[in-house]
């Protein structure tokens, strides 16, 4: 006989977005670079989260392994993107879902962040795109945030 363990969802206004992005650009203040320039990465991290988040709440473990994958170090951008953003990918285009597109470019995204993707910069950051300060101060926003909203669904 199998054990039943009991999924507690997450809070429906767990992720605030607009308190997240207020408590994000706060943050800025304590780096070198200017909320000018971090707004739009702010943006950017605090929709994935709330995008992956959104789409499968109910399931809290389930989005802080797949939250933590996207800011692993040991995960090669290749494997990354073949492994898990494709075949998320493939998964909801075969099987109609696309929340779970959606799901998967979040996810992606925030990945991009934390490895300093160069078409996701020079598409997004065009100015910034060869800083290695910013793409730094970018990677640990991304990092620093992803295992503080993993660590909240833990509690």
Not at 33 to 39: D, W
Not at 72 to 99: K, T
Not at 110 to 129: M, N, S, Y
């Amino acid at each position: 006989m199998t054990e039943e363990t009991e999924i507690k969802p997450l809070a429906v206004d767990f992720y605030k977005l607009d308190e997240r992005k207020s408590a994000l650009m706060a943050e800025c203040k304590k780096s070198d670079v200017s909320e000018e320039v971090m707004k739009k990465p702010v943006d950017i991290l605090a929709n994935s989260v709330f995008d992956v988040v959104a789409i499968y709440g109910n399931f809290p473990d389930v989005i802080s392994k797949a939250l933590k994958q996207a800011v692993n170090p040991l995960f090669s951008p290749e494997d990354y993107y073949e492994n898990v953003y494709i075949a998320l990918r493939v998964s909801a285009i075969e099987e109609g879902e696309p929340c779970i597109i959606r799901y998967a470019e979040a996810l992606y995204n925030i990945r991009r962040l934390f490895v300093r993707d160069a078409e996701f910069f020079k598409e997004h950051f065009p100015d910034r795109k060869d800083d290695k300060k910013f793409g730094s101060i970018v990677q640990k926003f991304a990092t620093d945030h992803i295992n503080a909203v993993c660590k909240e669904m833990s509690v």
